[in-house]
């Protein structure tokens, strides 16, 4: 097999890197598809190998530079530069940040979407490594509209996964459900396997019951079997399902089938990882000597060529539990001197990346000179500090109890307060409605004896130029008639006749005539079916939206999209304004206020993302679910 492998390596690095004097290789240099495609492999191989040998994939990633320098291409440096970044993500993210950003900046001289979008999608990558949740979300975000815009639904099916996971380590479930079907919806729409298999995966973890969750994973390995590539995530799902079954037999069954996945794939971390937990079920049946086998003879060799600190001291750990059940406490307590060595060691390789180790690295050695003392004195010790941490953990649930009624009384009172402040803004803007119903119907009683007034004081004026004459009157009916508009728009009665497509698309027709800015205005479904209540709040929202536009755009575009999500009404907004100060929302007039209100009744949500000088953005979410 190796020899195989080795063959198909020769060919490609062949294909790739001809000298410059060979007539094929010039043939190729000058044909911009064929560099392309040779930068696909080499993006592939390196994809393969960044895990289990990052030497070679630095090497294949050299050689994917050497090519785009050499043609001389823009395009082709700044993917170049994102195969450089992937081949360095493992283990060198200092590295790996600059060539991502080479990247981006490329591409944004060059407007290159698809580089774009997964530039901000590595980048979010890295910033969640160093444990910047914040700058992630803000790359993830980008890299959902960038995807979107070049339909790139690969990257944007992965980003939602991402942050799915983001929400889940925040202990947000709820958030990270919908993250996760929206992943779904989107692979699924597009029928794109690796992307669907892996959302599928991550769902199986909010179903009720183990058989349930199951079944799900069972579905997403299907899916991702159609096509090959998916080894990683097809033995990761089978070594999920292992862990979660309580039968230790049919939990080997399943770890033994990850490691054969795989294996194929080339996918060493999860082929120990699943030797490691092979051996704890071998020990749950009482097959000592072969859970010893599993990681003396495959998967602690694996690890050590790998060069992985972090899974050998794992696997000791394990080792020292194999040790434990043979009844050897000798070697288990050596072991776990080797584990905690080990560890130490791969906190300091880690630490270049991540100072924040340096407590955990320093309690790792407190461990290490703890073990190294007599056994007498550790015990003592432990004794000891068990006792301490006993008494201070119930003085901590004390403290959590006390507090936890403190908040509640508060979270009380504030929930109070908010419901009479929602209630207070329903009534402010049901009078805002009927005043503007009123305005309406004066508006509309009043353009018929405004127009017969005008029209009898032109006719007596006597113009003794026709055309002039006939201009005036011309004007003078457009204007009775746009007065007539607006005086239907601004009523309810008029709103609840017309469907929101038709009430957004008319809104923005009516009102680009106002403005030299172009309004991009994009409703991605015909028939959208709101209630009236939902009708009028957003139509009123999107209406505030674009006169507020009008009003302080200056330049660039005024950019509105409407589309239906997984049960969701989506309103995307953005525009290249002069923004405003987040922190002065309040001293902006109503008009802000107006569309978190409106948001709020109708149980939705409004996320408003601006910075002077900077545009602003609005994402706005409503549930309609029971209504399309």
């Known amino acids: 097999m190796l020899i195989f492998r080795l063959a198909f390596i020769l060919v490609i690095l062949t294909n790739c890197g001809k000298s410059p004097h060979d007539s094929k290789f010039k043939e190729n240099h000058s044909d911009h598809k064929s560099l392309t495609d040779s930068l696909k492999?080499?993006?592939?191989l390196v994809a393969a190998t960044k895990i289990s040998d990052s030497r070679l994939a630095k090497m294949y990633a050299s050689r994917a530079l050497s090519l785009a320098l050499r043609s001389g291409k823009e395009d082709v440096l700044a993917q170049s530069f994102l195969i450089q970044g992937i081949a360095h993500s493992n283990n060198n993210s200092d590295s790996s940040f600059i060539y991502f950003l080479k990247a981006l900046k490329i591409a944004q001289n060059l407007d290159i979407g698809w580089i774009k979008a997964k530039a901000h999608y590595n980048l979010a990558m890295i910033y969640l490594y160093a444990s910047d949740q914040k700058?992630?979300?803000?790359?993830?975000?980008?890299?959902?509209?960038?995807s979107r815009e070049v339909k790139d639904y690969s990257t944007l099916?992965?980003?939602?996964?991402?942050?799915?996971?983001?929400?889940?380590?925040l202990m947000d479930s709820l958030d990270a459900k919908i993250m996760y079907d929206s992943a779904f919806y989107i692979a699924k729409m597009h029928n794109i396997s690796k992307q669907l298999g892996i959302a599928l995966a991550s769902l199986s973890r909010f179903e009720k019951g183990i058989k349930n969750s199951e079944i799900m994973r069972k579905n997403a390995v299907k899916i991702l079997q159609t096509y090959s590539g998916n080894e990683e995530e097809i033995a990761t799902i089978l070594n999920n399902i292992g862990m979660r079954n309580p039968n230790p037999d049919t939990a080997i069954w399943y770890y033994e089938a990850a490691i054969n996945i795989a294996k194929q794939g080339d996918c060493k971390e999860v082929e120990v990882a699943a030797y490691n937990n092979l051996a704890y079920s071998l020990i749950d049946i009482k097959e000592i000597s072969k859970a010893e086998e599993c990681l003396t003879k495959f998967a602690i060799p694996i690890a050590e060529r790998l060069d992985n600190l972090h899974l050998l001291s794992n696997l000791y750990d394990t080792y020292c539990d194999v040790m434990i059940a043979a009844g050897k406490t000798s070697m288990a307590l050596n072991y776990e001197r080797k584990s905690l060595n080990m560890r130490i060691k791969a906190d300091q390789k880690q630490a270049a990346d991540q100072l924040r180790l340096l407590a955990a690295l320093l309690n790792v050695k407190t461990k290490e000179l703890r073990i190294q003392n007599n056994e007498k004195e550790l015990h003592e010790k432990e004794f000891k500090i068990r006792l301490f941490f006993l008494l201070l953990t119930v003085s901590i649930m004390l403290l959590v109890i006390t507090i936890i009624l403190y908040n509640l009384k508060i979270q009380k009172n504030k929930f109070k307060f908010q419901k009479s402040l929602f209630n207070s803004a329903k009534k402010l803007i049901d009078i805002e409605e009927n005043m503007k119903g009123r305005v309406a119907m004066e508006l509309h009683d009043l353009t018929t004896p405004f127009y017969t007034v005008m029209l009898q004081q032109i006719e007596k004026a006597q113009i003794s130029n026709v055309h002039i004459e006939a201009n005036l009157k011309n004007r003078l009916s457009t204007m009775t008639e746009n007065i007539r508009e607006i005086s239907h728009r601004m009523d309810n009665n008029f709103i609840g006749q017309l469907s929101i497509s038709e009430l957004i698309q008319g809104l923005c027709n009516d009102l680009q005539p106002?403005?030299?800015?172009?309004?991009?205005?994009?409703?991605?479904?015909?028939k959208i079916d709101l209630t009236s209540e939902q009708t009028i709040h957003v139509y009123r929202i999107i209406q505030e939206l674009i006169t507020n536009a009008i009003k302080y755009v200056t330049k660039g575009e005024i950019r509105l999209s409407v589309s239906i999500e997984d049960g969701m009404f989506i309103v995307l907004y953005k525009d290249s304004g002069p923004g405003f100060d987040n922190n002065t929302i309040n001293k902006n007039g109503l008009g802000v206020s107006n569309i978190f209100e409106r948001a709020r009744i109708l149980n939705g949500k409004a996320v408003l993302t601006t910075?002077?000088?900077?545009?602003?953005?609005?994402?706005?979410?409503?549930?309609?679910s029971h209504r399309i």
């Open 611 to 624: 910075f002077p000088e900077q545009g602003t953005k609005w994402n706005i979410a409503i549930p309609v």
């Open 41 to 44: 492999k080499l993006d592939s």
């Open 157 to 169: 099916s992965n980003a939602f996964n991402t942050i799915g996971n983001l929400k889940l380590a």
């Open 135 to 146: 700058t992630a979300l803000t790359f993830l975000d980008s890299t959902i509209s960038l």
């Open 514 to 526: 106002v403005t030299s800015i172009p309004i991009q205005c994009s409703i991605y479904q015909n």
